[in-house]
């Protein structure tokens, strides 16, 4: 790459030059999220990506000025929000800047009247909820990262949450928002409530990874708190009457905010009870207390019919509590060879259950544990999540091994004619699988790139692009 010092000069006149970062300790992190791969890479110096220069910005304007410079410049730019992805997303694959919403200045609106509420695109969610939660109110929308993650991430990566059987995924969420073109341009999408005036170009930045655009803004649909909350445990006979069980249910159009799947090997984990033997799936219904009541009647009965026996309430409710905590993951990465990986992919119903038996196949001589939940159910089909944990001698064969297992996963997956992102997205670690899995959609993916990017700079190395 060219010498970058002009640039850093150019950025430092432009912008307050301490939110202009060149330290090798910031320059570091910027090569690494919180993607597993990643994490072990770190643990052995190895910091690949590493951008040129991070510069924190605070509004839109200095986002312009960034994204001027750097076309000036032809440099890559990455936004990058709280850098929770778990694929590898935010890394500068080819170094220049990186983009650091994180630092947005806090703008929040709320309307109630519209149930919306707007806010900068670095704004924590896990605040957000907190503090509309005080307020009576809930964005429906929580991810297992709530706590870690931005607003503008979630838009950028097409983000789901535990509760998406009841509020749906971050794209039925998203009311409105604002993003700033390579170009420099400002524009505002908007749907309110609806439009029919052209093509949905909402749709456009969602999950597009930071690749066509910058968000600086987002507005969200926001629900008041349900009146009540009901929930169960149940021990299921096998994970196929798991699955006849969340199909049927989809059928009959209920909507549980809660249905979740594991087989046994998660099951273990999932009620902390290292004999427990069978599958177990958690289920939760909401709102006023007639309707709450009565889905719970009308889904106890699909499950009772597939053999289902109810275990009481504190499986779930335990699960409840704990459902931010990532620490098995953590912990395993932090132990010198240890290895850990989460993989969520999807299926239609008529090729869930073979994907399930062949990845668990493929998967077992890899890892010591494999561990398979269903946990997004739609009317066609559930996404299916994998988390693999395994020992190796040292970190480097953690790597290797890991890097295997991602292969294996994609190619099953590829065979099986699944969806290879549930909603993690493609990253650094999907990115050559985009094509096949886009197929000729990714024509339409580059066509658009060209026409709002067509210097490249956003960044670049991400979606096949
Ligand atoms: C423990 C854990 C649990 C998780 N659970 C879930 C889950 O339940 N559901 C789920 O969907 N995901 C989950 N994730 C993944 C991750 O949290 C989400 O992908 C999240 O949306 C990323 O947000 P972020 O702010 O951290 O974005 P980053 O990781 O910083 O960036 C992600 C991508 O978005 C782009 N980007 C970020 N902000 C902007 C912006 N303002 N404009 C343009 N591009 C931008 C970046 O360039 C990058 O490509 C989990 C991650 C962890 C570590």
């Known amino acids: 790459m060219a010498d970058i010092s002009p640039l850093i000069a150019a950025l430092k006149s432009a912008l307050p030059p301490q939110q202009v970062l060149t330290d090798s300790d910031t320059l570091q992190a910027s090569s690494h999220d919180t993607w597993p791969l990643s994490t072990k890479l770190k643990r052995l110096g190895c910091h690949d990506y590493q951008a040129d220069v991070v510069v924190n910005v605070t509004g839109e304007q200095q986002i312009q000025q960034v994204l001027a410079l750097a076309t000036a410049h032809d440099t890559p730019v990455t936004p990058r929000g709280l850098a929770s992805s778990v694929t590898g997303q935010p890394l500068p694959t080819r170094g220049g800047i990186v983009l650091d919403l994180s630092t947005m200045s806090q703008q929040r609106e709320i309307n109630t009247t519209n149930m919306t509420v707007e806010v900068s695109s670095g704004y924590n969610g896990g605040k957000l909820e907190d503090e509309l939660q005080q307020m009576g109110w809930t964005l429906g929308h929580s991810p297992q990262s709530l706590y870690q993650s931005s607003v503008g991430g979630w838009l950028?990566?097409?983000?789901?949450?535990?509760?998406?059987?009841?509020?749906?995924?971050?794209?039925?969420?998203?009311?409105?928002?604002?993003?700033?073109?390579?170009?420099?341009?400002?524009?505002?999408?908007?749907?309110?409530?609806?439009?029919?005036?052209?093509?949905?170009?909402?749709?456009?930045?969602?999950?597009?990874?930071?690749?066509?655009?910058?968000?600086?803004?987002?507005?969200?649909?926001?629900?008041?708190?349900?009146?009540?909350?009901?929930?169960?445990?149940?021990?299921?006979?096998?994970?196929?009457?798991?699955?006849?069980?969340?199909?049927?249910?989809?059928?009959?159009?209920?909507?549980?905010?809660?249905?979740?799947?594991?087989?046994?090997?998660?099951?273990?984990?999932?009620?902390?009870?290292?004999?427990?033997?069978?599958?177990?799936?958690?289920?939760?219904?909401?709102?006023?207390?007639?309707?709450?009541?009565?889905?719970?009647?009308?889904?106890?009965?699909?499950?009772?019919?597939?053999?289902?026996?109810?275990?009481?309430?504190?499986?779930?409710?335990?699960?409840?509590?704990?459902?931010?905590?990532?620490?098995?993951?953590?912990?395993?990465?932090?132990?010198?060879?240890?290895?850990?990986?989460?993989i969520e992919v999807a299926h239609n119903w008529d090729g869930i259950a073979s994907l399930y038996h062949a990845l668990v196949d493929i998967l077992t001589p890899l890892a010591g544990e494999v561990l398979s939940h269903f946990s997004h159910v739609?009317?066609?089909?559930?996404?299916?999540?994998?988390?693999?944990?395994?020992?190796?001698?040292?970190?480097?064969?953690?790597?290797?091994?890991?890097?295997?297992?991602?292969?294996?996963?994609?190619?099953?997956?590829?065979?099986?004619?699944a969806e290879l992102s549930h909603h993690h997205g493609g990253g650094l670690i999907r990115s050559p699988y985009a094509r096949q899995s886009l197929g000729s959609a990714h024509l339409l993916l580059r066509r658009v790139k060209q026409a709002l990017d067509p210097n490249a700079i956003l960044n670049p190395g991400k979606l096949g692009l």
């Open 156 to 342: 950028s990566t097409l983000a789901t949450g535990q509760f998406s059987s009841y509020y749906g995924g971050i794209e039925d969420l998203i009311t409105a928002y604002t993003v700033i073109l390579a170009s420099g341009e400002h524009i505002r999408l908007k749907a309110s409530p609806r439009a029919a005036m052209g093509p949905d170009l909402r749709q456009l930045f969602i999950g597009a990874e930071g690749t066509l655009g910058v968000v600086t803004s987002v507005q969200l649909k926001i629900f008041p708190l349900p009146q009540t909350r009901l929930f169960d445990t149940l021990e299921l006979p096998s994970v196929e009457a798991g699955l006849h069980i969340m199909r049927e249910q989809a059928m009959a159009g209920l909507r549980p905010f809660l249905l979740r799947l594991y087989d046994a090997a998660e099951a273990r984990h999932a009620m902390q009870n290292p004999q427990q033997p069978l599958p177990v799936m958690f289920i939760g219904t909401q709102g006023i207390d007639g309707v709450a009541r009565a889905e719970m009647d009308a889904l106890m009965a699909i499950i009772q019919r597939h053999g289902g026996r109810s275990l009481g309430c504190e499986g779930v409710q335990g699960w409840m509590q704990r459902r931010f905590d990532f620490s098995t993951v953590e912990k395993r990465l932090d132990t010198p060879g240890g290895y850990a990986e989460t």
């Open 378 to 417: 739609y009317p066609q089909g559930t996404s299916m999540y994998m988390i693999l944990l395994g020992q190796e001698q040292d970190d480097r064969q953690a790597v290797e091994k890991l890097r295997r297992i991602w292969q294996e996963t994609m190619n099953v997956c590829l065979a099986h004619n």
